[in-house]
């Protein structure tokens, strides 16, 4: 049973413009949200987290809305760059279950230059 | 270099073969994973292990063995696979098993089964 799910599986945008990537979550007792970034022959890295107590986290050009009563959370890139280009993954966790996380399926976003 | 080394990178191997993925973590953190990523696929959690000690098993396939030796490394034996079961295979650690501590990945080793 999927218990994330991420949307657009493929994402093209222009240098500059706005990256938009959406997931939903099913369980209400997940408390914690990181992003994964995951370029080409490397392993997923932390990029950012946010956890329900908060509506929206900034961390540069990276910012995580999160919509409690909706069970939804997304990921905006501003000014995107191409080396923005790589796949993005949402995850879901909580604190019964230690650090162990619900992946989503992964978004491969290309920048153009 | 992430601090999480996997070795091999690449590696093919028949479907009577038997072989070990190896992971080594640099980083002092006491848990290690082992996920599968497939493609367009989420990544799904194998194997957990906390402190040497084996915490969770995803209902694995007995064809994929874990080994834990100390907090360092950790290695996945693989006998009788299937074509299946090819997949880029990401090892992962965290300091503890808190949701603050978040995973540092190796850059995986891509399997393929013949």
């Known amino acids: 049973q999927q218990q994330v799910k991420q949307s657009p599986q493929s994402l093209i945008v222009q240098k500059g413009g706005i990256s938009i990537i959406n997931c939903a979550y099913e369980n209400t007792a997940f408390d914690y949200f990181p992003w994964y970034q995951q370029f080409p022959g490397k392993g997923p890295a932390l990029l950012i987290a946010?956890?329900?107590?908060?509506s929206e986290k900034k961390e540069g050009r990276f910012t995580i809305s999160f919509n409690k009563s909706a069970k939804q959370f997304s990921l905006h890139i501003m000014d995107s760059q191409p080396g923005d280009s790589a796949t993005y993954f949402c995850a879901a966790s909580m604190e019964t279950s230690g650090s162990r996380l619900t992946f989503g399926e992964g978004t491969q976003l290309t920048v153009n230059p | 270099e992430t601090g999480v080394t996997q070795t091999p990178r690449h590696l093919v191997m028949g479907m009577t073969n038997k072989k070990s993925l190896k992971c080594e973590q640099h980083l002092g953190h006491n848990a290690m994973y082992w996920y599968k990523q497939s493609a367009k696929k989420p990544l799904e959690l194998m194997f957990v292990y906390n402190f040497k000690e084996q915490t969770e098993n995803n209902s694995v396939p007995s064809r994929f063995s874990p080994e834990c030796p100390n907090s360092s490394h950790l290695f996945l034996h693989l006998h009788t696979l299937q074509p299946e079961d090819s997949a880029l295979y990401l090892c992962?650690?965290?300091?503890?098993?808190?949701?603050?501590?978040?995973?540092?990945f190796g850059s995986g080793t891509r399997l393929t089964v013949v």
């Open positions: 992962a650690s965290s300091q503890g098993q808190g949701i603050d501590y978040g995973y540092t």
């Open positions: 946010i956890r329900p107590d908060v």
